[in-house]
């Protein structure tokens, strides 16, 4: 896709303020739209750098969550707490809302911090990332790898476009790169190709070749899942494409998602059809090249795949309409 000159920013400061904020509570039970209970979760920061276009977690009440980063700096001290209170057997999740690798990490070690905590107790933890400053934690990450798993939500491999839509985003080449190192050093990866978007990259071949990088990075794990829209999210996508000059392309979303709309709570679904084909089309990439599909399940030093491969539907609220069962 070309693009033109005409740039659409939705965000305010070319750098977010930060502010210290102490929380009163860190570990929080995890649900998706759905109301399937996935566990626990950790936000280690409020707000983040990336920016990007889609994200789901810019909700009505987080107005400045491109501007403003609220640095939860006593995360590690209140975990200390409540963990005795929710026990140790379910593993976290860190980053489901923003960014636990984003900028700021680098400087005030949050993440860091609460890793050291988990294991400490013993906790299983996956991280999710669009950053390959999860590098600097390798030692600690390596220490732990029969209990932990990181992964990258990789949208495309066609920088044009990831600089449009995740302007802040690691590109593509530096997370393969990134995973490799990682992988040399025995910890899981994983990708997740989330969301999807109609027209920007949903690519076929683009996908093929998304793929092959993933498999020569010794990928672990695979799983997508496509955009859904929330009101705020469709508007913000929209003046993206009128900015672009795309309004052949909001006519194909309005047909994708408001024709026969499929709504769960405030979110939008793609067509039924269009989930299918696409999802399809990964999940037979993925046996050609001998790739996992699937989220794992992290239990002790056992890594097992789940029954149901669904997508990774509980990152930022992201989720596709489709489940495989095996």
């Given at each position: ?22 929380a009163?509570a ?22 983040c ?25 006593n ?34 070690k ?58 802040f985003?690691?590109?593509?080449n ?18 997740n ?6 027209c ?67 979110y939008?679904?793609?067509?039924e ?6 999802t399809d ?28 491969k ?14 495989y069962?095996?």
């Amino acid at each position: 896709m070309i693009f033109n000159v005409q740039e659409y920013k939705w965000w305010k400061n070319n750098f977010p303020i930060v502010e210290i904020k102490k929380a009163k509570a860190i570990l929080h039970e995890f649900k998706t739209v759905e109301l399937v209970d996935y566990g626990l979760a950790i936000n280690p920061y409020v707000g983040c750098q990336h920016r990007c276009l889609y994200c789901y977690a810019t909700y009505e009440w987080a107005k400045d969550f491109y501007d403003k980063i609220y640095v939860k700096d006593n995360a590690d001290r209140i975990l200390k707490v409540e963990l005795p209170l929710h026990g140790t057997s379910t593993p976290i999740m860190i980053g489901t809302s923003t960014d636990s690798y984003q900028p700021v990490e680098l400087k005030f070690k949050i993440t860091r911090r609460i890793v050291e905590v988990l294991q400490k107790y013993q906790v299983t933890y996956y991280i999710f990332t669009k950053s390959t400053a999860v590098l600097r934690d390798l030692d600690l990450h390596a220490r732990y790898k029969d209990k932990c798993f990181i992964i990258w939500s990789l949208t495309t491999i066609d920088e044009e476009i990831k600089r449009k839509i995740e302007p802040f985003a690691a590109s593509a080449n530096k997370i393969f790169e990134a995973m490799k190192i990682m992988r040399k050093n025995g910890i899981l990866c994983g990708i997740n190709i989330d969301p999807i978007m109609p027209c920007l990259n949903d690519d076929k071949e683009m996908l093929s070749e998304l793929l092959l990088k993933a498999k020569e990075a010794d990928c672990s794990f695979v799983s997508s899942g496509i955009l859904r829209l929330r009101e705020d999210i469709w508007q913000r996508i929209k003046k993206f494409f009128e900015a672009e000059g795309k309004k052949d392309i909001i006519r194909i979303y309005e047909k994708i998602y408001f024709e026969e709309p499929r709504k769960i709570g405030y979110y939008y679904f793609a067509k039924e059809e269009y989930c299918q084909e696409i999802t399809d089309f990964i999940v037979e990439k993925c046996k050609k090249l001998g790739l996992h599909y699937g989220f794992p399940f992290l239990s002790s030093s056992e890594i097992k795949l789940n029954s149901q491969k669904s997508l990774l539907e509980y990152i930022d609220g992201q989720a596709c309409t489709c489940t495989y069962i095996h």
